[in-house]
């Protein structure tokens, strides 16, 4: 089964299945993810905190008890705001003035696996259970991945709570809809208005 499973993904076989025999798989689960239409951070926090096993009443924070992470989809996560433009991922080649940066807009055309990991990396605490939470992390592009022979199981996101317009915006709105009101009454009835307040005036 696991033959038929690698021979039928279409990807790298070697870089999805690297470093799993360093991993201890007896016990664990098999945690689906499916980045299709998530927010970027929100998903990350999701992942890591089942990375390192936070969601079992057996969690210690000095033993590896998360489970194997499968994330599909990565190429069709989003972002909120203007992140895709103004967001930038910095590294240093070690040479004299050699700064390198890359947009989050081109980091998804060129990898989004790596949006995904290193989102996932960086709320992980910086220990030695770094690397091997690493391994538990496995990321693709679409929906094809070589773990189908695995007793999968799909995650639910849990609902997002959408937060209560604010005042200001609230008032804005409000402003909006009765400007929108009197246009289409028509500019007759603001003049019949002002003529009524003006003969109120002179009496």
């Not at 203007?82 to 390198?100: A, M, N």
Request: proline share 5%; hydrophobic share 35%; net charge positive.
């Amino acid at each position: 089964m696991a033959n038929q499973a690698a021979t039928s993904f279409n990807g790298n076989i070697k870089k999805a299945l690297a470093g799993l025999r360093r991993i201890d798989l007896e016990g664990l689960r098999w945690r689906v993810f499916d980045a299709k239409g998530q927010v970027l951070g929100r998903l990350a926090s999701q992942i890591a905190t089942v990375v390192q096993g936070k969601d079992k009443p057996i969690y210690t924070p000095n033993r590896d008890d998360g489970d194997m992470c499968i994330v599909l989809n990565a190429k069709d996560v989003c972002v909120t705001g203007r992140k895709l433009t103004d967001k930038f991922y910095r590294w240093h080649t070690g040479y004299i003035g050699h700064l390198k940066e890359r947009s989050l807009k081109d980091q998804l055309t060129k990898d989004p696996t790596e949006v995904i990991r290193k989102a996932v990396l960086r709320m992980l605490p910086r220990n030695k259970l770094r690397d091997d939470r690493d391994r538990k992390l496995r990321i693709f592009v679409g929906n094809e991945h070589p773990f189908g022979d695995r007793p999968l199981e799909p995650y639910v996101m849990p609902p997002r709570t959408v937060r209560e317009m604010r005042p200001r915006a609230r008032r804005a709105l409000i402003r909006a809809q009765k400007k929108e009101e009197q246009q289409q009454q028509g500019p007759n009835v603001k003049r019949g208005k002002k003529r009524e307040v003006e003969t109120e005036v002179t009496a």
